[in-house]
């Protein structure tokens, strides 16, 4: 085991050297799956003269190893040396491991605010990073249980509209599918209330809201399907059942809004 002392670093250039030279070896076993010995690696080199991709690795490696409260710790060491690396921070994912979703949901919430501030807004790294984030919200949004169903299912689904906005300008919306997943699963959930067909048929920013979203469903459908079926073998089968699923509930609304006989031609 090779063992970097940081007594007989002098230099900066030195300390970077030390450190690039700690995690290209690191990468190494990372690529093979051999987390402990990638860690081996970085952690001998002294946390103070760590770069960014160093501490990216190490959360990564704890992460991968279910350690969350290392994970955190290393996170956190990170956005003190790096705030402006905090749009690309894993800490929320790792916040939720440990149980704590409110800080997690405040971390995100913040991230976005970071991203929308970012001067380089058609960046790739930027689009796909703003999209992560409002597809998190949508699902969270959508999974919520609280005392205004309504409002939480049409926020969940403005989340899904943005998601699709964002990227539909810059590049290829290759999230397509986790977009109509998530649209269709919040009008799912506000199709089943009691209420649905009062509020359907009333004018409100919220009955707005859904039809924009259902409009949305039925203009990327075909692009989604499309897509799953290029992809398929790539797909995870528990992703398949819920595009699947996804699909069977769409045309169960599109049913459903047929019967509504107040609503105009959402088609046309």
């Known amino acids: 085991m090779i063992t970097y002392s940081a007594g007989v670093v002098s230099t900066p250039a030195a300390r970077t050297t030390l450190a690039t030279t700690a995690l290209t070896f690191a990468k190494g076993y990372f690529d ?56 690309h921070s894993d800490t929320s994912d790792i916040l939720r491991h440990l149980g704590r979703h409110s800080e997690a949901d405040n971390f995100e919430q913040r991230q976005l605010k970071l991203l929308y501030e970012s001067p380089d807004q058609k960046s790739r790294e930027v689009v796909s990073a703003k999209v992560k984030s409002c597809l998190r919200f949508g699902f969270i949004l959508k999974d919520k249980r609280s005392g205004n169903p309504t409002g939480d299912k049409c926020e969940a689904m403005r989340y899904f509209i943005e998601a699709y906005d964002i990227q539909r300008h810059i590049y290829r919306h290759e999230k397509v599918i986790r977009i109509f997943n998530g649209l269709v699963f919040a009008m799912q959930e506000l199709s089943t209330l009691r209420f649905f067909d009062d509020f ?56 459903r809004i047929k019967q509504i006989e107040t609503i105009p031609s959402i088609a046309a």
């Not at 760590?50 to 956005?79: G, H, M, Q």
């Not at 048929?201 to 039809?211: A, D, I, M, V, Y």
């Not at 799953?228 to 699923?245: A, D, T, V, Y």
Request: aromatic share 14%; hydrophobic share 40%.
């Open 32 to 87: 093979r799956h051999e987390y402990r010995s990638a860690l081996s690696f970085l952690l001998s080199v002294d946390v103070g003269q760590w770069d960014y991709p160093n501490f990216r690795t190490v959360i990564k490696c704890y992460y991968l190893l279910e350690e969350y409260e290392n994970a955190l710790r290393y996170s956190e060491i990170s956005l003190k040396r790096f705030p402006d690396m905090a749009i």
């Open 200 to 255: 359907i048929s009333r004018q409100s920013k919220n009955r707005e809201t859904f039809l924009t979203a259902f409009k949305l469903a039925e203009s990327i459908m075909t692009e989604a399907l499309k897509d799953f079926n290029m992809k398929k073998r790539g797909i995870p089968q528990e992703s398949q059942n819920e595009f699947l699923r996804a699909l069977h509930a769409f045309k169960l609304i599109q049913e």
